[in-house]
């Protein structure tokens, strides 16, 4: 079971500067041919500064920081058997290339649920708080991890 | 790219415009790797995911949610994006067609802003679920 009493654990903040390269580079990944994310002009145009980062970037500052393997490592969950259930994400203001980002990854909720088949599993949800180099809150990232046994 | 929406053009029940992404080639997971840094070999290495009881690699969850996100924002500006969250039901595998659909499922005066609730699912060509999840988009009215 994972360590229910690092419940509200808060973990070292990941830093992030955010590339317009990276922008387009995750676009192009998914496939998303909208302009805004790898053109300026058409970004303005539409109403943004500059090119916004997308619905899914925050993913982006969470792997390459390698925070979420860390906070799977602190809790002692075996990382073959995790699945990530959920993934849910609040937007107060764009992200744009230049910004610097501060995520605050903490550690809400540890539950231990039983499946309809018998099965246990550990139920972790971790909340990041980004916020940006003028210390505004610019996202909350909430990812439910699923430990099977 | 998303056309100019006003809240008053939504009504509860309205589809969401379907978008059809794939067949997913496995080329698409090392893009994605790269792009995310989500260096799990269960996404690369067939080898890997066979030494773990799959058939080969599996998709990154995020990729997909990517395509729903890209759905949804192919239709309601990105600024307008309010929460977006998703629940993973299923694995995705390389060769699959995923399509994105969603409906309205309630509008709302909410602290000024003008709110509109969305589901949406993604499905493979057998219609096997991959993600469900909602959306709420703040919008401009015409007022």
């Known amino acids: 079971m994972a360590d229910k009493s690092k419940e509200g654990k808060e973990y070292p903040p990941i830093v992030w500067e955010v590339e317009r390269g990276k922008i387009r580079e995750l676009a192009k990944a998914i496939g998303d041919p ?24 925050f993913t982006v500052p969470m792997m390459w920081c390698s925070s979420m393997p860390g906070v799977i490592n602190d809790l002692k969950i075996n990382f073959a058997m995790v699945l990530h259930g959920e993934e849910e994400y609040e937007y107060y203001q764009q992200v744009y290339p230049g910004d610097v980002i501060t995520g605050k990854p903490k550690i809400a909720h540890i539950e231990e649920k039983t499946s309809k088949s018998g099965k246990k599993m550990d139920m972790v949800t971790v909340e990041i708080i980004y916020t940006n180099q003028k210390g505004e809150k610019v996202s909350k990232a909430r990812s439910l991890l699923v430990e099977r046994k | 790219m998303a056309q100019d929406i006003y809240y008053e053009d939504i ?51 995020m ?60 499905q493979d060509e057998n219609r096997d679920v991959k993600i469900t999840g909602n959306f709420e988009a703040a919008l401009p009215s015409k007022g």
């Open chain 1, 34 to 57: 909208n302009p805004i994310y790898l053109d300026r002009e058409a970004a303005v145009k539409e109403g943004y500064k500059d090119c916004p980062a997308s619905s899914t970037f």
């Open chain 2, 11 to 61: 009504n509860v029940g309205d589809a969401m415009p379907e978008m059809v992404k794939g067949p997913i080639l496995k080329l698409q997971h090392v893009m994605y790797a790269g792009a995310s840094g989500d260096f799990n070999p269960l996404h690369t290495d067939d080898d890997f995911a066979k030494a773990v009881g799959l058939d080969g690699v599996i998709c990154h969850g």
């Open chain 2, 63 to 122: 990729l997909i949610m990517g395509f729903v996100g890209q759905a949804i924002t192919a239709w309601i500006p990105k600024k307008c994006l309010k929460k977006f969250g998703v629940r993973f039901a299923g694995m995705t595998k390389p060769g699959n067609t995923v399509t994105v659909t969603g409906k309205v499922t309630d509008k709302r005066v909410d602290a000024g802003e003008n709110i509109i609730s969305c589901e949406v699912v993604a």
